[in-house]
T-cell receptor
């Protein structure tokens, strides 16, 4: 079974509107971390936001927020007030285990290509 | 913020030759570095995890004799693609984890390898 599932290969949004990118995950480890990265056409991976499995509140970073629903194992990314520069590939990723542990691999989803229309 | 560089950013080589890609953490010490491979319009696939001073741990299906990884210092890891073939053409990305416990991996800008 896939550990990270992103069901939306592509999404379109109008400039200044909000958009939600879906991500569901699968793990039996009680300690894990969830990440969202942005990859523009240049290829660099840009860290956006992080949510730990024990965090009580949803993570927020500027226009990015993570809608963490633990029971449903979902970690959707919400981008508010979309900008043209937000057009990029977005990847959800998961780290299983404690952040201080030696095994710190990230598993990535297949990504969602977001296009912001003017 | 923490910066990771990769060199070269693009490389074209002929089949049968070897090519080395460098990954450097510029302003922090990285106990662990990771090497990923990404095919066009696909996700990142972890190839191996390297810890400074020890042998790299390769993911299942990754040929360790073909993709040689060396993590000689806390700021440098190298990936050498030996006897490259056209199917090795891909985007290779490294990431680094800081010495202190941190939830973030800092990614390099990637290296696009084309084997002709």
């Amino acid at each position: 079974a896939q550990k990270i599932t992103q069901t939306q290969p592509g999404m379109f949004v109008q400039e200044k509107e909000a958009v939600t990118l879906d991500c569901t995950y699968d793990t039996s480890d009680p300690s894990y971390g969830l990440f969202w990265y942005k990859q523009p056409s240049s290829g660099e991976m840009i860290f956006l936001i992080y949510q730990g499995s024990y965090d009580q509140q949803n993570a927020t970073e500027g226009r990015y927020s993570l809608n963490f629903q633990k029971a449903r194992k979902s970690a959707n990314l919400v981008i508010s007030a979309s900008q043209l520069g937000d057009s990029a590939m977005y990847f959800c990723a998961m780290r299983e285990g404690d952040s201080g542990g030696s095994n710190y691999k990230l598993t990535f989803g297949k990504g969602t290509l977001l296009t912001v229309n003017p | 913020g923490a910066v990771v560089s990769q060199h070269p950013s693009r490389v074209i080589c002929k089949s049968g030759t070897s090519v080395k890609i460098e990954c450097r953490s510029l302003d922090f010490q990285a106990t662990t570095m990771f090497w990923y491979r990404q095919f066009p319009k696909k996700s990142l696939m972890l190839m191996a995890t390297s810890n400074e001073g020890s042998k790299a741990t390769y993911e299942q299906g990754v040929e360790k004799d073909k993709f040689l990884i060396n993590h000689a210092s806390l700021t440098l890891s190298t990936l050498t693609v030996t006897s490259a073939h056209p199917e090795d053409s891909s985007f290779y990305i490294c990431s680094a984890r800081q010495l202190a416990s941190s939830y973030e991996q800092y990614f390099g800008p990637g290296t696009r390898l084309t084997v002709t």
